[in-house]
């Protein structure tokens, strides 16, 4: 079992991930930004598996009508922002950076917004649910324990 403490830290991980890339837009070398595209997709990679595994399965599966339902509905809308990091990930290399960088710029802006509006979304809405439905345990400590 996983704590919702521990998804809202990786969260805040990648948000401050996300908020540096977009500082150092305008500064960093097109290499140095690709090197922060990397770091950020590897960070919400192994995210979203814990997700995949740990939380949505069981949301499916414990939650009452409602809840499942709006799980449904989030994975739906997150496959399609999935695929929308894919192709930011895999367009901007560092060549294409270099190549226009106001158009990286307005493309971050545009694509950590809707990730942000993501990361909400999960914990003001889903994780509660999660929770609410013991998909999820609120500490990290006592999801340890129950590991143990």
């Known amino acids: 079992m996983i704590s919702v403490e521990r998804l809202i830290d990786e969260h805040a991980r990648i948000m401050a991930r996300s908020d540096a890339l977009l500082r150092a837009g305008s500064s960093a070398t097109p290499t140095m930004l690709r090197t922060m595209i990397v770091g950020l997709d590897a960070e919400i990679a192994a995210h979203l598996a814990t997700e995949d595994i740990e939380v949505y399965p069981h949301l499916l599966a414990k939650g009452d009508m409602a809840q499942r339902e709006a799980a449904e509905i989030a994975m739906g809308d997150f496959d399609r922002l999935a695929g929308d990091w894919r192709a930011y990930v895999n367009d901007w290399t560092a060549d294409e950076i270099g190549a226009d ?48």
Do not use: D, W
């Not at 889903?126 to 129950?146: K, Q």
């Open 101 to 148: 960088r106001e158009l990286f710029i307005e493309s971050s802006k545009q694509m950590l917004s809707a990730l942000a509006a993501r990361v909400r979304i999960e914990n003001e809405i889903l994780f509660p649910l999660a929770l609410s439905c013991g998909t999820v345990t609120l500490r990290e400590s006592y999801a340890r324990m129950i590991a143990a």
